[in-house]
């Protein structure tokens, strides 16, 4: 059974950083695309952050360019979201999930394009 956990979430102060993994089990990691999606109370779940199966190509969503990045170790199956300049608006569950690719060098920025997914992990940030 496939599973994604994601660790490293927590309660920050504005400006400071996480870093958050997820690590990923029953699954041929470097066949699959990666993803991080965050859900606000109230709000619906948004793209955060993706990568490719080869781990070169990424994308990002415009509110978190320039402070998050998004990283995998196929070695160790595993994603990680490092978040830099915290904000109060990232408060949000984060989520990563995963998405069997066929080519490598895709980039998927929606959700149900995604095959899998973590139970999430809370972040916090305070003003």
């Known amino acids: 059974q496939v599973q994604l956990v994601e660790s490293g979430g927590g309660l920050v102060q504005a400006g400071a950083s996480l870093r958050l993994s997820c690590a990923a089990s029953?699954?041929?990691?470097?066949?699959?695309?990666m993803g991080w999606f965050r859900q606000a109370p109230g709000k619906e779940r948004e793209f955060v952050a993706a990568i490719s199966r080869n781990r070169i190509d990424t994308g990002y969503a415009d509110s978190v360019k320039g402070r998050f990045t998004i990283s995998r170790d196929n070695a160790q199956n595993t994603v990680y979201l490092q978040m830099n300049s915290l904000k109060p608006d990232d408060t949000a569950v984060y989520y990563c999930?995963?998405?069997?690719?066929?080519?490598?060098?895709?980039?998927?920025?929606?959700?149900?394009?995604?095959?899998?997914w973590g139970q999430g992990t809370q972040v916090t940030v305070s003003s």
């Open positions: 029953s699954l041929a990691f470097s066949w699959f695309g």
């Open positions: 999930a995963a998405k069997y690719a066929a080519r490598n060098g895709v980039v998927y920025d929606y959700g149900h394009a995604y095959d899998y």
